[in-house]
């Protein structure tokens, strides 16, 4: 089975930091760029950053740059996302998704999507 899973939610004070990992099973991950997505209630999901597999170019949202760093390790088919200065407005469902070697800001592009993991932030 094709998958991706992501872990490493959880409840964090504002300030502090947490490391997601998305880790594929049933493919590599290196012919994928690898996509970080949230969501809140009521909103859309937004794309957070994304790393392609061609160039190695990472993307960041505008409201995570310089807090967020995403990296992969392609031995343990895993990507990360490291996120650090946590707000309260990162409180959010991310996601992780797969897509052939580009990234893509068209959610649709993406072909494997996993179940999500809570990160919220609060005092």
């Known amino acids: 089975q094709l998958q991706v899973v992501e872990s490493g939610g959880g409840l964090v004070h504002p300030g502090g930091s947490l490391r997601l990992s998305c880790a594929a099973s049933g493919f590599s991950l290196d012919y994928y760029a690898i996509a970080w997505f949230r969501q809140v209630p009521g909103k859309e999901r937004e794309g957070v950053s994304c790393?392609?597999?061609?160039?190695?170019?990472?993307y960041y949202v505008e409201s995570v740059k310089g807090r967020f760093t995403i990296s992969r390790d392609n031995a343990k088919n895993t990507v990360y996302l490291q996120m650090s200065s946590l707000k309260p407005e990162d409180t959010a469902l991310y996601y992780c998704a797969a897509r052939s070697y580009y990234c893509s800001d068209s959610r649709g592009s993406y072909n494997y999507w996993g179940q999500g993991t809570q990160v919220t932030v609060s005092s």
């Open positions: 790393i392609s597999r061609r160039d190695g170019r990472t």
